[in-house]
């Protein structure tokens, strides 16, 4: 007669297979966390990649300009800050309309999706029911680009988000579908 082994917490016959949850299910698709099955993002309004560099464009003009004065009277050392300024205008002439193109939301049955970033990714779950309101804001360049932000609050301050670069009219339906939602979902507590 051989021994059986009992099974015990540490035996890989035991261990029961983990119960996915319909959040889990939404977010593990074919393309990883970022790109969940099912799920259709919508993208953040263009005019944000030129809000962005209107905030950043004069300030290393500025920078540029204050570099190639002196390189002129001075020496001709400070042309140096002159290229630099320059080159990382151009660095963020690529770069900011990229960020914005990988911007976007997604409603799901329970939960909003955003997710942002090109090296970085960064996907954000935010249930409904923890919502407890949804502001819209909108900034003079924002005002004058017709794009505003939808800023979520919870009760968690790590789980408040901001959809920035949305059309008005679409920022205003996307704050009321969030207030609703998180109305009907807070009702059942």
Do not use: C
């Not at 408040?160 to 949305?166: F, K, Q, R, W």
Request: glycine residues 10%; proline residues 9%.
């Amino acid at each position: 007669m051989t021994a059986q082994p009992i099974p015990g917490p540490a035996d890989p016959r035991r261990a029961a297979a983990p119960r996915p949850s319909r959040l889990t299910d939404a977010v593990s698709g074919a393309g990883g966390p970022f790109s969940p099955r099912g799920i259709s993002f919508s993208p953040v309004s263009p005019s944000l990649a030129t809000a962005r560099l209107m905030a950043v464009v004069p300030l290393l003009l500025l920078l540029a300009g204050g570099f190639a004065v002196p390189a002129i009277l001075v020496s001709p050392w400070f042309w140096a800050g002159t290229g630099v300024a320059i080159l990382l205008l151009a660095w963020l002439a690529w770069l900011i309309p990229r960020q914005v193109r990988a911007m976007g939301y997604a409603l799901a049955g329970e939960h909003l999706l955003w997710r942002k970033g090109i090296m970085w990714r960064r996907m954000s779950v935010i249930p409904y029911g923890r919502m407890q309101f949804v502001d819209t804001s909108q900034g003079p360049i924002a005002r004058r680009m017709g794009i505003a932000e939808v800023k979520l609050h919870t009760a968690s301050a790590t789980t408040d988000a901001t959809i920035n670069g949305l059309p008005v009219a679409e920022a205003e339906r996307l704050r009321q579908i969030l207030a609703e939602r998180g109305e009907e979902r807070m009702a059942g507590l």
